[in-house]
């Protein structure tokens, strides 16, 4: 698989390290795939197939006319990321062999899909090969949170809506509704949100997270007696986690619906003009709270790596979405693995909506992992392969284990 | 040529398929050069001679004294890409044999040039050997368009002035002779355009182009009773694109005449606060426009990539300029392979001014395509050549024929 | 050392080049550590020590526990790039022989640099073994310039405090006793700098210098009848430069106390926002002054490669601080090589407070030297080891040497 055989023995052994998955948006009561179609829905390849020419109405449901339109698209993009990930997903779950889909290839696909996707041990079996420990959630501020084992799907407080919609009256009477608390100003949004995040640590909850986008600016609030900004929102939210301990996970650079004709979740863009120079005063007044931070464009990859270089409660994680690429995740990783350091960078995550994207995904990561490790420790610092596991282990295990105090997720 | 066969192999393979150069500044009338002069005159050579010393005032005409001074700063900069292109042009076209030029070179290159370019079927083997199917043109919009074979030379409407200068009552003369409105608003500009897009689709053009400021916003005309503002003009540009199903190549991110007291056409730099964001508005509106962009920084690959990944209309384009280097390529290439649909990729244009240089551009271009294929494709996703040089034929042939419709351009 | 043969011999002959150090931080008084407190103070490991764990307070002064408490944070951060130069110094200057160094290496470490360090000879050993033939200081506008040789210790007029703080009434007391003149406005400011510069110059410096934040604007005064504008005073500098034609090192894009609770000199980050477009009118006006340009975020790097490019009086000058890491020097150097003529780059400077740290610094750099030319040029472009290595020297010897007119500092 590899031609370097140092890369090769260290994406082996990468791959024995068990996977903790600090950010999916699973939904733990159907975490795989029904059919085919759950799969072949990903907006990645939605989004790809009306890039080329797929009408974006076709993927407003996950059906198998979607299905058959996007293999009928893919040889337009099969050379995007997205799409190896495809064949390695069909290949490790439905022992697919071939190199290539296309329109031929549904009819065998979905009964593929069928048969593996029903069995009973199927979302067991995902688990076990993906050798997941456990995965973060995507939650609503208010989830039920209930109906799932909080030991494997551990919850997350995704904030948002109430950064950023809270002046919307349906939010804030949800907001009443699942924190008891009639929200009128920021002084009474702040006790909301102690509730609300009370409720979520006491269901397992690890972190709250929210994205932002590239020009959002947090602001202390200087005034309790509006409902203020969705700076001086987010700055609250900061306070709860200081509360609370809880890490807040800030998920920068994103604009949302910017091309107006896409598919669902197919609309969002990114403006490489972003800072996080913004945010050194939100860094400066929480340093009990640990920022992890990710980022959308590379543009900031640099920016990212130094904060985390001097900012003791800054660190840089994963490789989010646009930049979820080999190329850029390169690039990245290199600077991080040389510039931050070790103990200040979570590894990856998946981003994943069903179980079985996780593998794949993890298995891109550490290709990419194996190969910056040979080259610039293995080769270029002389490091021994055990060493040079060790920080890989950091990256993918110690760091979140240690920085979400995940001790229920068992041993590495 | 390469220490690696697979690279060596594709190298060969794509250097096979024709020449499609979908942005020159060839002159039709006087398509190569007539003398050294000519060649060495070339902004690429007299900026980089006179940023190590060579005086400015050399280079406001082509001439032996300018070639001269040339040759003579040429170890100044013989690291610079540019270089590599003269030594390689001088090798393809004058059987040169020598690794470096330098003033005591000057007789016996212009002794050779002048019984090569003399010849009267120098043209016609430059085309052969450059297995050239077509170059596009760059035309102002007042250009008569006559005298040249529209199949091998395709007008392109260049409209910069008519968004930047019709302010200027002697571009508004120039318009009203070439259109026959008279041009007082926008209402009048519209009719304008409609009857110069008119004109020159008829005599075979296939796009119309505009360079822009990195600060530029497209804006919809609000009042059509004005001459408008530049981002109006643009609007109503790409509104006659539509009406005409001609794609708008938008060249990003340029300013004019930075450097003041610097060479003609070696005076424009660039900002690298860039962004696409501006132009989603635009995207949105004409859904039915092919927009063909080439960015001058860098800092805008990732955005430009993405913004290819998700807007239909949207293509990746070629290596403009300060961005046509390896290095840059490279990094600016991988990403589009691994992330923009294969569809949406128009591989490389040349930007030359004579045919002579379309050669070197393009191999250089080659070298770097054959290197990233060979990498991550070859190697990285284990495709097959066959599958791979299918990709690149996708960048350098299929794509610029289906997007500029090139019917008359012969096969691949 | 290198698995590649023709990096390996590439670097062992750049590394036969001897150093000209065009920026450091030296004390020429007290240019190598007296303990090793004096070594693992430095920012670069305090920073990282603290930014995993270390308090702030320890890294007040440099002391024994502060040492140790570096040690036992340093297997958090021994990835990061200044971890390789700490274990690279160690072996160097002190026959260390571990990969790496814990807090058990305390007491060893300690004794071993107080018998090393306290050598009457120990300057001199460590200026011979890094071949140093001179370095550049870092003065204040009142240092008093004298106890050191000044031939090997190259004065350097640093302005941070005269563009930044001539508001504050003690900035120019300073000024009036090391100047002369009693400013109160830019007319006065421009005859006490005339003088600052005079002094500096018949001391023998060799430049001036100052370091900006990424939202700095030069802009030329239009009234002297104030003390001005930082943009302004900087101005005013410049034409003192022209008037003592000494280069004007600019230093671009920090920001100061970013992170409040920082380590001494590890609160400073950046915005990778910043573009030269706002020096274009300072480069305009003054083509007699070179402008020797630093940049903090790779982000500019292909801004300063064109603007070095086409602008006679722009240089593009070593990797500085959070730049000063493989990863970016890597890309950074590559693009400049391409695409910057080889007579405007300034190869690297160690920005070193102490002489054993040059040595690490510089090494780390020609291995990423002699790996972009083993690529792009031996290979890419087949250059000869030879031509190749007089690339090396202009980057490293003979454009400093040029540029600083270091007649003094001995052949290379």
Same mark, same amino acid.
């Given at each position: ?173 949800r907001l009443y509704r699942a ?60 306070? !709860?986690? @200081? =509360?609370?301990?809880?890490?807040? &996970? +800030? ?5 949302? $619906?910017?091309? *107006? ?43 990212l790596t130094s904060y985390a ?75 021994? !392969?055990? @060493? =040079?596991?060790?920080?890989?282990? &950091? +990256? ?5 284990? $240690?920085?979400? *105090? ?7």
């Amino acid at each position: 698989m590899f031609a370097d055989p140092v890369e090769q023995e260290l994406f082996n052994e990468i791959s024995q390290i068990p996977c903790l998955d600090c950010h999916t948006h699973i939904d733990p009561l159907r975490p795989t795939a029904s059919t085919l179609d759950d799969l072949l829905g990903y907006h990645y390849f939605t989004e790809l197939a009306h890039a080329v020419g797929m009408p974006a109405w076709l993927a407003r449901v996950a059906s198998q006319e979607c299905t058959r339109a996007v293999l009928a698209h893919f040889r337009r993009f099969d050379n995007h990321v997205a799409a190896g990930w495809l064949i390695e997903l069909l290949r490790l779950w439905f022992d697919w062999d071939g190199e290539d889909v296309s329109e031929r290839d549904a009819e065998q696909l979905w009964a593929l899909a069928e048969t593996r996707l029903k069995r009973p041990d199927w979302a067991e079996h995902v688990w076990q090969r993906t050798r997941l420990r456990c995965l973060f959630l995507t939650n609503d501020f208010d989830d039920s949170l209930q109906g799932f084992d909080n030991a494997r799907y551990v919850p997350c407080l995704r904030t948002d809506e109430l950064v950023f919609r809270l002046e919307d009256r349906s939010v804030r009477e949800r907001l009443y509704r699942a924190s008891g608390v009639a929200v009128a100003d920021l002084s009474t949004f702040r006790q909301a949100m102690h509730a609300l995040c009370a409720r979520f640590v006491e269901r397992g909850a690890k972190a709250c997270a929210v994205s932002l986008p590239p020009d959002f600016v947090p602001v202390q609030p200087e005034n309790m007696g509006s409902l203020g900004t969705p700076g001086e929102r987010l700055w609250l939210i900061a306070e !709860t986690c @200081r =509360t609370f301990q809880v890490p807040f &996970d +800030l998920m920068l650079g994103v604009y949302r $619906r910017v091309y *107006a004709h896409g598919v669902p979740q197919g609309m969002d863009l990114f403006d490489q003009r972003v800072s996080l120079y913004a945010y050194a005063p939100l860094f400066n007044a929480f340093p009990e709270v640990s920022f992890c931070v990710s980022i959308l464009s590379s543009s900031l990859n640099q920016e990212l790596t130094s904060y985390a270089w001097i900012f003791p409660n800054v660190y840089a994680c994963g490789h989010w979405w646009y930049s979820n690429v080999p190329a850029s995740i390169e690039n990245d990783l290199r600077l991080r693995l040389q510039a931050a350091p070790r103990h200040k960078i979570i590894g990856y995550y998946s981003d994943a909506y069903k179980l079985e994207f996780i593998l794949p995904k993890f298995n891109m990561y550490r290709r990419v992992l194996a190969r910056v490790l040979a080259q610039d420790f293995v080769r270029g610092r002389h490091w021994t !392969t055990s @060493r =040079t596991l060790a920080l890989a282990r &950091d +990256l993918l295990w110690n760091n979140p284990q $240690r920085l979400f *105090a995940l001790d229920k997720c068992g041993t590495g």
